[in-house]
């Protein structure tokens, strides 16, 4: 289902935010992706597994899900101890792409806890300049679209380690929209994804954050 | 009345509960009975059952009364409704299809057992490799599934049970352990595939599909076992394959197929189970009663009002009930110090059944007069038979260490042909490497072959040299590589490989010069307490700024060494991919290239020829534009299979006429890595030919006094043996002569 009349209920700048992308100063940023590439062939075992869409899980691991000073650059990125799904995102859509998989940004729009949401609010409360992310019961989130067939797609939310299940809509972790900036409609599920286009998942979102 | 047995409710739980909860709720009226064969089952004091029957375990059982009692409870118009695998077997035999018996029959079953599951050939789904190990199986070929499968493999028992294997000695434990307690060796291997976790249940009956179900795992126990799990209908592909299978089966009763789906959503049949999985109660709740449709399909109880659907998803809970004083619990044992196989999950009783159905096997071989036979073994290799033959007679005192002439040159000639090559502009040379074969006559096959000399130290390039390798054909490696310092280590190497950032700020101001320098890489994701670690960022760029420093005329390398025949080839293939990919980050970071890739050595000796050498200079080209050469350091691949150990029986010991044990004079210090990979043992035969010895419960201990001095604990050692007797040990060269020692003979 599009989200044309949806959409425009949605925040403001949820409305406007661009898939994020980091900063780069030159030599030492070439020198960080390089880093970032050579560490996820490490974490790989493509070969041994056989398998082409392993994903980045040692990011999760690696490093702590928290805010982020942006812009960011590259050299800064990768040294970073928290970042944020943002920095997640473009960490995971370069590691695909060096994998020769077609990899976009996106964002989702994600239900949560109430009791959740305040801590959050009270973790970036110490970043007012932080993109506003917190909605009143919903999030915005960034992911990636990873195209696996001809006309088919799968998300990757590498701030969690997790391809989403295309069929949970509602409830604590629930999704409740997406938006992918992948160039040909790809589905997501039962999911049509057009470039761009904020599109409701499974029910119409509450999208009045 | 349905009876419904396996009421064991721990974390790793049978199904007779949540099958009960099923029945009690999904049909119009029913008594339920409880039966168990352990006091400890939780499920017996849960109120759902109308009654219970406690019966006892397995190896005290009556096995005629208890069918004879089960007989009369279905004459009487019960029915039964197992949901233990090993009970059920029992079942099929017994009772074949009896009226009342909610479990499949035995042509049935025999098409799900493990590990081949026959009927898995109609579902849409990929069969993970297997190995059905018996002693007919060589250990060479088990190493090499092992090897093929990365050391990523499960070792399985019949019915239940499964442990991760990483390593032989991992193995041969594991599977004394699992033999033991399954009181069978028909245990299997299984290939690991990573992925998450699925189910398709279902019920049938008479080979017509009643009803079947998806769930996708999203919490289990640390064991792995369903805790919390999604229900959805299933995809319509596999119920068409499920609707095929049941009726090809005839399948009357519960079933789960256990999938993995992997990375790439390629979905893998883990086995089939012919019961209902504990989770089935969760079906329930998302509106699926799977148990009371097969009890209404198959004996004709009215089904309640339909519940509504609760929620697609579930979860368990822990949770105290009372209980029930007529089943007080079980006071458990005095703890006791001796190795305990089993606790738990009815103990060792289940064992018994398993041995009850082996036995079964053996009377209805007897029956067809089927003979038995010995297991075969593979022969020696007629060219080896013939070399053992000739060493023979120049055996003196014992233990001796001979060398294989014949066996060796076929191995240095087989790494000429099958390594060392040009492709793609990168040329492919094989270093020796001296530290598993420190010996001057494999050295010269080495130099006579045109390969290069690998050291570790000081003095192993003074060995080189006197071998007759110029520096410019040694290469030098290893974290104490100057050592001893009054060593003078020459100018001129082919390559320096530091093992750490120091070592390399060291060697710049040393004012040495080599035709090449380099770095061995610690990869992110392999344990190794060797080579420089680049996990931080900060370290990559403090080792890309040192790199920088190597005077222009010096050319640059990567090192990269974690064996193969450890961490298993498909996984080396990975890391070499790895090492690549930082080689690569390495010259985007200093601007230099890299013209020197060595790939280290710990091959396996059947790997080595096997290995996609042009492929890999191919693909080192591709990732470093400017590579030329290409170093592969075999060791134990020239050398461990070109040595035998000479060893005589000292003691030998029996037990009802067989032997049971030998002490030859042969020990760990002469083969201090016979835990590590298989080693082959051979006799001379009663017409004087050397004859290999096969798998068997048999046991060679070694002559010193330690406790971990065996040498083989799976031997069939022939009933004819004599403390004298001539025994040759083979695969005993590499590190079982490098590292040898000399404990146990006073100081001589």
């Known amino acids: ?209 | 009345m349905i009876y419904v047995t396996g009421l064991y409710s721990g974390p790793s739980p049978s199904a007779g509960l949540g099958v009960a909860r099923c029945l009690r709720e999904g049909l119009a009226k029913v008594e339920l009975v409880g039966v168990d064969f352990w006091s400890g089952s939780s499920g017996l004091h849960d109120p759902i059952f109308d009654r219970v029957l406690l019966k006892p375990s397995w190896d005290l059982i009556e096995v005629d009364l208890h069918a004879e009692e089960l007989s009369q409870a279905l004459a009487q118009g019960g029915a039964w409704l197992s949901t233990l695998d090993v009970e059920i077997a029992w079942l099929s035999r017994t009772f074949e299809s009896a009226p009342g018996m909610l479990t499949p029959g035995s042509r049935a079953l025999a098409q799900t057992v493990k590990p081949h599951a026959s009927i898995g050939s109609v579902l849409p789904l990929r069969e993970a490799k297997v190995m059905l190990l018996s002693d007919e199986l060589a250990d060479a070929d088990v190493h090499e599934f092992c090897r093929r499968h990365s050391w990523r493999v499960w070792l399985k028992g019949p019915y239940h049970e499964a442990l991760y294997i990483r390593s032989w000695r991992d193995l041969e434990n594991a599977r004394r352990f699992l033999a033991l307690r399954w009181k069978t060796e028909e245990l299997f291997l299984q290939a690991h595939v990573r992925g998450l976790e699925e189910s398709v249940a279902f019920c049938a009956v008479n080979g017509k599909l009643v009803d079947a179900v998806a769930m996708h795992k999203r919490v289990t126990t640390p064991d792995g076992k369903t805790w919390a799990g999604r229900i959805s209908d299933v995809a319509p592909a596999m119920l068409a394959a499920v609707e095929t299978a049941v009726a090809k089966m005839n399948w009357t009763g519960g079933a789960e197929i256990e999938i993995l789906r992997d990375a790439d959503e390629t979905a893998w049949l883990l086995e089939i189970n012919p019961r209902f999985p504990a989770w089935i109660y969760g079906a329930a709740i998302a509106g699926r009663n799977l148990p009371a449709k097969l009890a209404s399909a198959a004996l004709g109880i009215p089904l309640a009002p339909l519940r509504r659907l609760q929620a697609q998803e579930f979860t368990r809970v822990v949770s105290e009930i009372p209980v029930t004083p007529a089943y007080p619990l079980p006071v458990p044992a005095q703890p006791d110090y001796a190795t305990i196989g089993a606790v738990g999950k009815y103990g060792a009783a289940l064992s018994s059944i398993v041995e009850l159905l082996g036995a079964a096997d053996a009377a209805a071989a007897k029956t067809t007069d089927t003979p038995k036979k010995a297991a075969p073994v593979r022969p020696l290799a007629p060219e080896l038979a013939r070399e053992l033959d000739a060493l023979g007679i120049m055996v003196g005192a014992t233990p001796q260490r001979m060398n294989l002439e014949d066996v060796s040159t076929r191995l240095f000639d087989a790494a000429l042909t099958r390594v060392v090559g040009e492709s793609e502009g990168v040329e492919r040379r094989v270093a020796l490497s001296i530290k598993t074969a420190p010996d001057l006559a494999l050295l010269r096959q080495a130099r006579v072959r045109g390969f290069f000399a690998e050291a570790i130290s000081a003095l192993e390039v003074r060995r080189a040299v006197e071998a007759g390798f110029p520096p410019g054909e040694i290469v030098l490696n290893g974290p104490g590589k100057w050592w001893p310092q009054t060593e003078v280590v020459p100018d001129g190497l082919r390559a320096v490989f530091c093992d750490s950032v120091p070592e390399l700020e060291r060697l710049i101001a040393s004012g040495r010069r080599d035709l090449a320098w380099g770095v061995r890489l610690r990869l992110p994701a392999f344990d190794s307490r060797f080579g420089i670690p680049v996990e931080e960022p900060e370290a990559f760029a403090a080792l890309a700024g040192v790199l920088s420093r190597i005077p222009k005329g010096i050319e640059l390398g990567v090192h990269f060494h974690m064996a193969s025949s450890g961490i298993g080839v498909g996984v080396w293939l990975d890391a070499i991919e790895s090492a690549l990919a930082w080689a690569a980050a390495l010259e985007a970071a200093t601007g230099r290239a890299i013209s020197i890739v060595d790939m280290g050595g710990g091959y396996h000796p059947d790997d080595l020829g096997r290995l996609p050498w042009p492929e890999l200079s191919a693909r080192c080209r591709e990732r470093l534009p400017k590579v030329t050469t290409v170093i592969v350091e075999p060791g134990k691949a020239l050398s461990q299979t070109a040595m035998a150990l000479a060893t005589r029986v000292l003691d030998v010991r029996r037990r009802d006429g067989e032997v049971e044990e030998i002490v030859v004079d042969a020990s760990i210090a002469e083969l201090p890595v016979a835990s590590l990979h298989p080693h082959r043992l051979v006799r001379r035969s009663a017409n004087g030919i050397p004859e290999a010895i096969g798998r068997g419960r048999g046991r060679v201990l070694g002559r010193i006094c330690m406790e971990d001095d065996i040498l083989a604990a799976n031997v069939n050692l022939p009933p004819e043996l004599e403390v004298g007797d001539l025994l040759w040990i083979l695969d005993a060269g590499a590190y079982d002569w490098s590292m040898s020692y000399g404990f146990g003979r006073g100081g001589y």
Not at chain 1, 117 to 125: P, S
């Open chain 1, 1 to 209: 289902m599009d989200l044309d009349a949806a959409a425009t209920e949605l925040s403001p700048a949820w409305q406007a935010a661009a898939t994020s992308t980091l900063v780069s100063h030159g030599a030492c940023c070439v020198q960080a992706r390089a880093w970032l590439l050579a560490s996820a062939r490490s974490f790989d075992f493509a070969r041994s597994d056989r398998a082409t869409f392993s994903a980045p899980r040692w990011l999760t691991r690696r490093y702590v899900w928290g805010p982020t000073r942006w812009p960011i650059s590259w050299c800064e990125a990768v040294k970073a101890k928290t970042i944020d799904c943002g920095v997640f995102a473009v960490f995971a859509r370069e590691i695909f792409r060096a994998k020769g998989i077609e990899a976009y940004g996106g964002q989702v729009i994600r239900s949560y806890d109430a009791a959740s949401l305040a801590h959050w609010r009270a973790k970036w409360a110490r970043h007012p300049e932080a993109f506003p992310w917190i909605g009143e019961d919903q999030v915005f989130h960034e992911i990636v679209v990873v195209r696996s067939g001809r006309d088919t797609a799968r998300i990757y939310d590498p701030t969690d380690g997790i391809w989403l299940d295309s069929g949970t809509f509602s409830g604590h972790y629930g999704h409740v929209a997406i938006r992918g900036d992948n160039p040909i409609p790809l589905d997501w599920g039962a999911t049509r994804l057009r470039r761009g286009q904020w599109t409701a998942l499974g029910r119409a979102p509450r999208l009045d954050a």
